[in-house]
């Protein structure tokens, strides 16, 4: 039995409704559609500092990344995530820079005009929970800021 084209763009318009990925499976003579999707959305309040160019924030959840934000705005704005039903229960959420500047390192900027890129992290949350517990990794990294790629913010999730 053939898919009618009629039911094949029903199908793609209750998918894309659905907000959910899919996957299309063939089963004999009966089309099966499997809609996979996420129940967990992250929302980050941050704000950037730019210099030749603005920072970029990796997002990883149970040490998987699963996006790279690009932190855009010196005033501290709303950035969402939508968490991959491949990921599983959520446990851990950690943040990174991508690439940060050394801009006192360079020998044609004088040190009062240098403001190196970062990253202001004010909040988490979980499905519109608020994550407490932030907590810094490497050096010049704080629970509210990211100022080093190496390291990053880290928050365990309780079940």
């Given at each position: 039995m053939a898919i009618s084209r009629t039911k094949l763009?029903?199908?793609?318009?209750?998918?894309?409704?659905?907000?959910?990925?899919?996957?299309?499976?063939?089963?004999?003579?009966n089309p099966v559609a499997k809609i996979i999707s996420s129940d967990n959305v992250i929302r980050f309040e941050a704000a950037g500092i730019e210099y030749s160019g603005w920072p970029k924030m990796s997002v990883h959840v149970n040490g998987e990344?699963?996006?790279?934000?690009?932190?855009?705005?010196q005033v501290r704005s709303m950035y969402e995530v939508q968490v991959p039903g491949t990921v599983g229960e959520v446990s851990t959420v950690e943040v990174r820079m991508t690439e940060e500047t050394d801009c006192k390192a360079a020998v044609w900027i004088k040190a009062h005009q240098c403001t190196d890129r970062s990253i202001t992290v004010r909040g988490l949350y979980l499905n519109d929970e608020k994550v407490e517990g932030a907590e810094a990794i490497g050096e010049k990294n704080h629970p509210w800021s990211l100022r080093s790629a190496e390291g990053g913010i880290k928050w365990n999730i309780s079940s």
């Amino acid at each position: 039995m053939a898919i009618s084209r009629t039911k094949l763009i029903a199908l793609a318009v209750l998918i894309a409704g659905a907000g959910g990925a899919a996957a299309y499976v063939m089963s004999g003579d009966n089309p099966v559609a499997k809609i996979i999707s996420s129940d967990n959305v992250i929302r980050f309040e941050a704000a950037g500092i730019e210099y030749s160019g603005w920072p970029k924030m990796s997002v990883h959840v149970n040490g998987e990344q699963i996006s790279v934000l690009n932190i855009d705005n010196q005033v501290r704005s709303m950035y969402e995530v939508q968490v991959p039903g491949t990921v599983g229960e959520v446990s851990t959420v950690e943040v990174r820079m991508t690439e940060e500047t050394d801009c006192k390192a360079a020998v044609w900027i004088k040190a009062h005009q240098c403001t190196d890129r970062s990253i202001t992290v004010r909040g988490l949350y979980l499905n519109d929970e608020k994550v407490e517990g932030a907590e810094a990794i490497g050096e010049k990294n704080h629970p509210w800021s990211l100022r080093s790629a190496e390291g990053g913010i880290k928050w365990n999730i309780s079940s």
